[in-house]
């Protein structure tokens, strides 16, 4: 094997180390209007694995993405989008995470994300929301409930 070849198959297999095979990107529209109403994210549940990524699609303007300080796990730093611009986050911390548009969290804009097996607390259904941000947070709890429940 040559010297270029195993520089190659090197820095192959430090990749593969580095990105799993099984990370998935899932993409979310940050939209003014959509089937749940205006000042949506398209979806806004999702459910990942440990390494998978969001990648936050400014579809229209005036919208960003940003952790939600309070509703993620313990110890995550957060993240927060600039307005009118795409962001990739990767979430490889298992949990639950809210989500927001920081111009229009007042008006609704929320998310969530589950990540792994993790069980929904009661620190992260009771956190304080503008109120249209908290009946979209218990709608999506609610299916998180069902869900677990089997139905």
Do not use: W
Not at 30 to 56: A, H
Not at 122 to 138: C, L, M, N, Q, S
């Amino acid at each position: 094997m040559t010297a270029i070849a195993r520089a190659v198959l090197a820095a192959t297999l430090i990749l593969s180390a580095a990105f799993p095979a099984s990370a998935e990107t899932f993409e979310v529209k940050m939209r003014n209007r959509g089937d749940k109403g205006s000042m949506v994210f398209e979806p806004d549940y999702l459910e990942l694995k440990s390494g998978d990524r969001v990648k936050f699609i400014a579809t229209n303007k005036s919208h960003n993405a940003a952790s939600i300080d309070g509703m993620v796990p313990d110890g995550y730093p957060g993240f927060k989008g600039k307005i009118n611009e795409e962001i990739e986050v990767t979430f490889d911390q298992d949990g639950f995470y809210g989500i927001k548009c920081s111009p229009h969290f007042g008006m609704g804009m929320v998310m969530l994300i589950r990540v792994g097996d993790a069980a929904l607390s009661d620190d992260i259904r009771a956190f304080d929301v503008p109120a249209r941000a908290r009946a979209r947070f218990d709608a999506m709890f609610a299916g998180v409930d069902a869900k677990a429940d089997g139905k």
